[in-house]
């Protein structure tokens, strides 16, 4: 299971403490505080752990969501944002790889990497209420990932 709450918390800690340098910063932090919450979970009730997952397109896409983000917050540049914002993690599942290899289905990969339509963000000065809703949305998200014997385990 994905300890949401603690990636959360993370991100929220390390505000207080540590100012983002800016939205590249923000973002590479964001990118691998989940990247590492997932290859640390066990994604099924058989202990499936995820081994391979494309996070250098995760991170690339939200950086230049948040890049896009901080140019304004009319109705085109959100909606740009979230699309990449969605393409990176879409991409990120596509093909991931987990171990062991279940017994009843033989494949070890994603087999529909999810629907990126489900995460919603919008433009806050409000930095809790972003992340909070961060959180939200990738939770769902991932139960919309169908991998090998699993449905997205949040």
């Not at 505000?15 to 990247?35: C, R, T, V």
């Not at 499936?48 to 890049?67: D, G, H, P, T």
């Not at 990497?113 to 000065?125: E, K």
Request: net charge neutral.
């Amino acid at each position: 299971m994905v300890n949401w709450e603690l990636i959360k918390i993370s991100v929220l800690e390390r505000s207080k403490f540590y100012s983002f340098a800016n939205e590249e910063d923000f973002a590479k932090y964001l990118a691998q505080i989940y990247h590492y919450a997932m290859t640390t979970s066990a994604m099924s009730t058989s202990g499936q752990k995820l081994v391979r997952a494309n996070s250098e397109m995760l991170e690339e896409m939200w950086i230049a969501a948040f890049k896009i983000g901080k140019t304004g917050n009319n109705v085109a540049i959100i909606e740009n944002m979230k699309q990449l914002f969605n393409r990176g993690v879409y991409l990120y599942w596509q093909g991931a790889v987990f171990v062991p290899v279940p017994v009843v289905i033989p494949v070890n990969v994603v087999l529909n990497a999810g629907n990126p339509d489900v995460l919603s963000l919008y433009n806050t000065n409000d930095f809790e209420a972003f992340v909070k809703n961060l959180i939200n949305n990738l939770k769902i998200y991932m139960q919309t990932i169908i991998g090998t014997g699993w449905v997205g385990v949040v």
